[in-house]
């Protein structure tokens, strides 16, 4: 049965769309079958992110309005294996996607053998964001050390947990992870930034990863390669620690010291 | 206070702890309120019966008990008013 993995967070411009393009490329270079669908009707992005922009001919909403197969529509990725990219569309109104569209091609995809379907949200709390998580059976909940990033990642987590398909079936609910994305480590040991604890303290969810603030993200969009294919950067390897621990692998959490500083120069140097 | 704290900036110049407390109310909040099912109309039709028992009773605000209780098939609404002693409630209908 595949596994339907929503990515969202209320807040916009979280990184969310960073988050799936890495997730889903990390998932596809593990061996699973997988496919990223573009839920942002209007404003399709994942494309530019994955680097497939220039081979899109159909999308989503063709697919669920009939105009093209969902063959037709998925593009292979050409650097890595096992990995299908659905766009959004770019053109028609928000009102075409439907509840039973969605899950027709969600039916479609675990019955044509793939093991992840990620679900890149659009911001909002609203219908767009609402049918990308109604199906799924996980959740990564993509949060900045932000106040108003925070508050809106707990708005979603009861929005998870009321309405979607297991919810409304009084199902096992979605499995829920964290994900702190933009974390800069020298912020929070200066006291301007919410740490990582304070985060996991409010919003009481299971700490996937956490992805610094990096210059390779932005390098990795110019490029249109997700950031988890550059091994040397560090959102890269924070990335992949994050994936194999979807996958039941235990990692030890990086990136979340300040740069150069180790436990104990931190505990006599300061001042 | 963990020995950690002792090491971090002091609080008062620490927005990042500013931040946390803020939201932590904040959230407990509205997460209260996420699970309160009282209808939406309730706080003003709350206020026109307070206002209504007013126009024979002179009653406080909190003589007054609105409840609804959530049931399998229906809610229900109760509403109970504490009277003022007898003496009172003469020198209320006096006044109006
Ligand atoms: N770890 C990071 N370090 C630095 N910049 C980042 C990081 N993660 C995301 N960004 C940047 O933040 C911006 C928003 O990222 P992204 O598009 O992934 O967010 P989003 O949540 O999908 O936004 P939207 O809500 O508009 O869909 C982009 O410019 C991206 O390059
Ligand atoms: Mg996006």
């Avoid at chain 1, 339907?4 to 807040?11: A, D, F, R, W, Y």
Wanted: charge should be negative.
């Amino acid at each position: 049965m595949a596994n339907v993995l929503v990515v969202t967070s209320g807040k916009g411009g979280v990184g969310k769309t960073t988050t799936s393009a890495a997730i889903s490329s990390g998932l596809a270079m593990a061996g699973k079958k997988t496919a990223v669908i573009d839920f942002d009707v209007g404003l399709r992005n994942l494309d530019l992110i994955m680097g497939v922009e220039r081979r899109v001919v159909y999308d989503i909403v063709n697919v669920i309005q009939g105009e093209a197969s969902l063959n037709q529509a998925l593009i292979r990725h050409k650097e890595v294996d096992n990995l299908y990219v659905l766009p959004a569309s770019q053109t028609k109104d928000k009102d075409a996607l439907t509840t039973e569209g969605v899950g027709e091609i969600l039916e479609s995809l675990a019955n044509e053998g793939f093991d992840y379907i990620v679900c890149d949200s659009p911001a909002g709390i609203e219908r767009g964001a609402q049918l990308a998580m109604y199906y799924a059976d996980e959740a990564i909940v993509v949060t900045n050390p932000e106040v108003s990033s925070v508050r809106d990642s707990d708005r979603m987590l009861g929005i998870l947990s009321s309405k979607s398909k297991r919810a409304e079936n009084n199902e096992s609910p979605i499995r829920e992870h964290l994900l702190i994305t933009r974390y800069a480590p020298d912020r929070v040991g200066t006291g301007e930034m919410l740490s990582v604890e304070d985060m996991q303290e409010i919003l009481a969810v299971p700490l996937l990863g956490v992805i610094p603030e990096s210059n390779a993200v932005l390098q990795a969009s110019n490029a249109g390669r997700p950031v988890i294919l550059d091994k040397n950067a560090d959102a890269g390897q924070a990335y992949a620690d994050a994936v194999a621990r979807l996958l039941g692998e235990e990692r030890e959490m990086r990136f979340i010291d300040a740069k150069g500083k180790s436990f104990l120069s931190r505990l006599f140097g300061r001042s | 206070m963990g020995l950690w704290d002792m090491f971090r900036p002091r609080a008062q110049d620490n927005s990042a702890s500013v931040a946390k407390e803020r939201l932590q109310i904040l959230i407990a909040h509205e997460r209260a309120r996420g699970q309160d099912k009282t209808p939406h109309y309730f706080p003003e039709m709350r206020e026109e019966i307070l206002g209504v028992i007013r126009k024979y009773v002179d009653v406080d605000d909190d003589a007054v008990r609105f409840e609804v209780d959530h049931n399998e098939q229906y809610d229900l609404f109760e509403l109970s008013i504490t009277l003022p002693d007898r003496q009172d409630d003469r020198r209320a209908k006096k006044n109006t």
